[in-house]
């Protein structure tokens, strides 16, 4: 009835997370009234934002250059390895402004009920990049429980590398991007052996 | 820290009506993650539909087409005149297909309060419409209160159209686009004379 425009918008906004078909007519509706002030920059920022965006190809964070700002800055510790499940993660821990080490982004947790598999996930570039010799610890911040700790920790032994996790105050099951800086740098601070 | 492209993306995306700044970040990553499914899609119809998309310079509406596709029906009850207050409310009747006169998009209500006078709204054109001759009855189906009706009522009262009112059932202060259709169809039907 919208014509196919709006429609097509409609259906779009409605896969976004967070939004079901209400919901994206609201937004629709907000951005067909906001046409120059939002719609047209929106349009803009995501055309620019997905031809500019990369994945780095060392560590997986999302970023205009390859290696990506994080993996390019000399000043950060390349003897600290922080291992997030997702580059929403990896936001969390730069927001806490807690850690200044570089960080590998698994793409995921193992889970053999989906079908995630050790291939699915940057698990060889991770033992590459252990076995190079520069890093002195790995802190491994996924949250799923540990079937994927243990499995890094397998994949690792051999380099010798000690290897940490988060302190308890990471709920099981949640997800890192949703904590608060403050516990998160608790978390951080209070890491123990794996 | 993202880049300038992810936090332009992040910031439009949290003037989006309920999207804070959280659940914009997650929108913008699961974006980057889709960026061939989601993304550069979501980019194209947002431009397609802000190129396309005008109002109707009759009622109101937004459409493709000006007049738009509902005032150049001609299966369309020209006798009725269902006057609302927004875009989506006319959506919300049209999704019910309880109605198949011709609409008003007044494009607000009245309100002394947020500074909204008769020339901020779509009255003039309304009541150029009526004077035409061919409205036999006008539906006010805005559902602030009874400021903008009491007023259309006065603006009206020359044309010796009757006007009538959604019935009861139309929550006070709710807002039409959140109704289930039923309950929007039961209020049509039991419309009463202002």
Chains 1, 2 share one sequence.
Not at 108 to 137: F, Y
Request: charged letters at 25%.
């Amino acid at each position: 009835m919208n014509g196919p425009q709006i429609e097509r918008l409609i259906q779009l906004l409605g896969r976004l997370p967070g939004l079901g078909p209400r919901s994206a007519r609201r937004v629709a509706l907000h951005l067909l009234k906001k046409r120059e002030a939002l719609m047209q920059p929106l349009s803009a920022a995501l055309a620019d934002a997905a031809n500019a965006i990369r994945p780095c190809g060392s560590c997986g964070n999302l970023d205009t250059i390859d290696p990506c700002s994080i993996c390019a800055d000399p000043r950060r510790d390349n003897g600290l390895l922080c291992v997030v499940e997702d580059v929403g993660d990896l936001w969390a821990m730069e927001r806490g402004r807690i850690f200044a080490g570089r960080y590998h982004v698994l793409g995921g947790t193992l889970s053999a009920l989906d079908g995630v598999g050790p291939e699915e996930l940057n698990i060889a570039s991770l033992v590459r990049r252990v076995a190079g010799g520069s890093v002195r610890e790995v802190i491994v911040a996924t949250v799923d429980g540990q079937t994927t700790a243990h499995y890094l920790a397998e994949r690792l032994a051999d380099s010798k590398v000690p290897l940490t996790r988060l302190a308890h105050g990471v709920p099981v099951g949640g997800e890192l991007d949703w904590l608060d800086d403050g516990t998160l740098a608790t978390a951080l601070k209070a890491r123990r052996a794996l």
